[in-house]
Structures are given as C-alpha cells and as structure tokens.
C-alpha cells in the first residue's frame, strides 16, 4: 500500500487541537502508514478495537524488530556509545520470556510501596511547591509546578539525593523538542549525563537511599536471577524517563482541560467525589501519551483486512483510539463523569503501564490541592494563545501561564 497522504500529527496545532485531524485519519480506515520523522514508514492503528487488538497480539506483532527479522536494531547498538546504547535495551523492547523476566524484578520491587502508603508523601511535595507560588498573583504552571511535582516523587521513589533534581532538569532540558533529528542530537549530552549519573548512584554506596526503589532493584531476584548492572541502570532510567515526562503532561493537560471547561471545573469543585472519573477523562481527553512504540509484523501477513510484509513497524495511535466514536460518545467533549471509560491512555497486554496507580494518584492530588489553595486559578491569556511543543508521540504544553486567585 502506498503511503497515505501526510497528516500533520507533530505541529503544536495539532496538540492544541487534535480531534478534527484524528477524524479525517479514522475517516482513511482502521490503520494507515505514515513517513514519520526519525521513526521512519510506520503503520498507524487508529481505532480503539485495532490499537487495543495489536497491543494484546504479542504472536503478530514483535516488540524486538529482531524477532521480525531486523537486524538494523542490532547494527544501531553496534555504533552507539555505550552510555546511549543500553538505554534501547529496557524491558520495553523485549518480548517474553525477557520482557517477563524483567518485568518480574522491577513489579517485584514496585509491590514494596503501595500507593496509599506513597500517598502522604506526595501530598508532601505538593504542598511544599505550591507554598511557593503564595503571594504570586501569576505563575506559569508549567515551569513552577508540573514538572517538578513528578521528578521531585520519582527521585523520592528512587531513592535519589533531593539535590540531584536541579541537576537531571538542566540535564534534560533538550527533551522538549524532539520531532527532528537535530532536536535528538542536541539532546544527546544531557541524556548522557543522566545515565552517568544513575550508574553512579546506582552501585551500593553511591549514594541512592537504602528505602528507595533503586536498592530495591539491586536485590530483587526472581529464580536466583538479578539484574546486571547495565539491566539496573537502563531499568532506572526507563523507571525514571516515563514517571517524570508523562505524569508531567497528564498534569499540566488535565489542568488545561479544566480550566478551559469552566462547568467541569466547578462541577468538581463542588462534587470532590467525581476526582477518580476526572482523572480518567484527562487521561483520555488529553492523551499525555500519543502513541506507543512500533510493533513490528512476525510473518507477511492479512491482519484487520490489511497486508502487513514482514518487518513492517506498526504503532498505536492512542490518541486517535481514545477519541475513537465507536467506543466513546461524543468523544471531543470533556467530561469529568464519563463512565465508563476504556481509555487506552496506559497501553493494554504485556505491555500494560507500571505507573498507571502512580501517575493516578499524583494527578488526582495534584489537582485537588492547587483547586483547594487557588479555587478560582484561571488562564491568564487566551487559550488559543496557549503555546505546545512540537513533539511525536507526547502531546506536551510549552507554558501554562495563569492567575492565581484565591
């Protein structure tokens, strides 16, 4: 099949406004395949039933492109330093039994904290960053509160150091922008400096906390087997890449949504129960999480109704699944008591998200205490003014600038 017509899904448009787009992509059929920047000729899903039925089909559809026949995976590895190299080599492009295996260590170790236990201490952290905007008139949200909320509790959960937050911000700075191959360049030193960094920590005396997640992981074992060293530090890094980058986007998109939903918003405020459905529909609504990495097709095979060779990359297009009017009625609306809400916004199958209790509690308190301390917080420019990122695959606001009204 030749390459459907390019839709524009990387554009701070598009993130301002994805629905009309992703209709028109629905409208071309259940999948089509895009040039994607960096990514390359990729299969998008688009609806519910074939995102959720390609992230279940584990026999299909491969994780490791080298169980699709790639080696080019392999070639990449064989080039790259090290330091970058064993970041691609993290449970998530693994299929089982490696994928299980490592999955096994790290639930292993999550299951020592559960999150009511975690839940003091968040609400901790949250209070301290917002007594900071006390007496502020305005604050960009963005910069002063959503993003340190989720790497100041990642760092707590890790066990790293309170003084490495400023170092791992600076570090990694350069992930704002990456739909470009000079984005991902330029980035390149920051994440480098990361990795460093989290071996170091990493091995016993380096610093890590012995209550926190990271030695946790260094004991974890499952049938006498451990993590190697590479294993550990890939493993926190993964840990921490997707327990600070999008919990931050849930946050600041879900704050977004209610503050340009004014009867939502109220509605919430005066019904608190309603938090566990509003969480939900930001997950749903704001999509932090755009799309998954790409499967890759086992065999040449008829699947759907479509012909896929051997290799092909397929990826879900969560965004476009969630927004999906087979599944969801009036999807392009937002509504806090949406029920159900099958949203897909965590990944379904083997793949299922670790930190789905995680990013549900932080958002959920997030956005109780800042309504409780500024009730009446609101835009403080007009929201088509409002500036996104140019991002693939996270859907991810540049500011969030708003006033701050007791």
């Known amino acids: 099949m030749d390459l459907t017509r ?22 071309q059929g259940p999948a089509i395949r895009l040039r994607l920047p960096i990514v390359g000729r990729t299969w998008l899903a688009l609806t519910h039933e074939v995102c959720s039925t390609l992230l279940k089909d584990h026999e299909t559809f491969a994780r490791d492109p080298a169980n699709a026949g790639s080696r080019t995976q392999a070639r990449i590895l064989k080039i790259l330093p090290r330091t970058l190299g064993l970041l691609a080599t993290n449970m998530l492009g693994y299929d089982d039994p490696e994928h299980r295996r490592l999955r096994g260590l790290v639930d292993q ?28 008139t305005e604050s960009d949200l963005m910069a002063e509160f959503c993003r340190d909320l989720p790497l100041s509790v990642i760092c707590a959960m890790l066990g790293l150091p309170e003084a490495d937050q400023d170092r791992f911000r600076n570090w990694l700075g350069g992930l704002k922008d990456t739909a470009s191959i ?9 994440v480098v400096s990361v990795v460093r960094h989290l071996r170091r920590v ?20 499952t049938d006498g087997q451990t993590l190697s060293e590479d294993e550990l530090v890939s493993m926190i890094f993964l840990l921490f890449g997707a327990g600070q980058e999008t919990t931050t986007h849930l946050i600041s998109g879900g704050l977004f949504a209610l503050l340009t939903h004014e009867d939502q918003r109220r509605r919430l405020q005066d019904d608190p129960s309603l938090m566990p459905t509003c969480v939900e529909e930001c997950l749903r609504y704001v999509s932090p999480v755009q799309m998954t990495k790409p499967r890759f097709a086992t065999r040449d095979v008829s699947w759907q109704g479509m012909k896929f060779q051997r ?5 879900a297009f969560l965004a476009s699944a ?76 540049a500011r969030l600038p708003v006033h701050l009204v007791a």
């Open 6 to 27: 390019d839709f524009d899904i990387l554009s701070p448009g598009f993130h301002a406004n994805p629905f009309p787009t992703l209709d028109r992509m629905r409208a």
């Open 109 to 136: 170790a999550f299951q020592r904290r559960s999150i009511e236990a975690l839940r003091p201490m968040i609400i901790d952290i949250t209070d301290r960053l917002l007594d900071r905007l006390e007496g502020k």
């Open 182 to 190: 000079g984005a991902v360049i330029r980035a390149v030193p920051g």
């Open 202 to 221: 990493s091995r016993p005396g380096g610093g890590a906390l012995p209550e926190g997640l990271i030695a946790a992981l260094r004991e974890a074992a």
């Open 311 to 315: 290799g092909d990359m397929v990826a």
């Open 322 to 397: 969630n927004a999906d009017p087979a599944k969801f009625m009036e999807p392009h609306g937002f509504d806090t008591s949406r029920l159900p809400n099958p949203h897909l916004s965590f990944g379904t199958g083997p793949h299922f998200c670790l930190g789905f209790q995680l990013a549900r509690a932080e958002a959920a308190i997030a956005f109780e205490r800042i309504l409780a301390r500024f009730p009446n917080v609101r835009l403080a420019v007009d929201e088509r003014k409002i500036a996104w990122h140019r991002r693939l695959g996270i859907r991810a606001l």
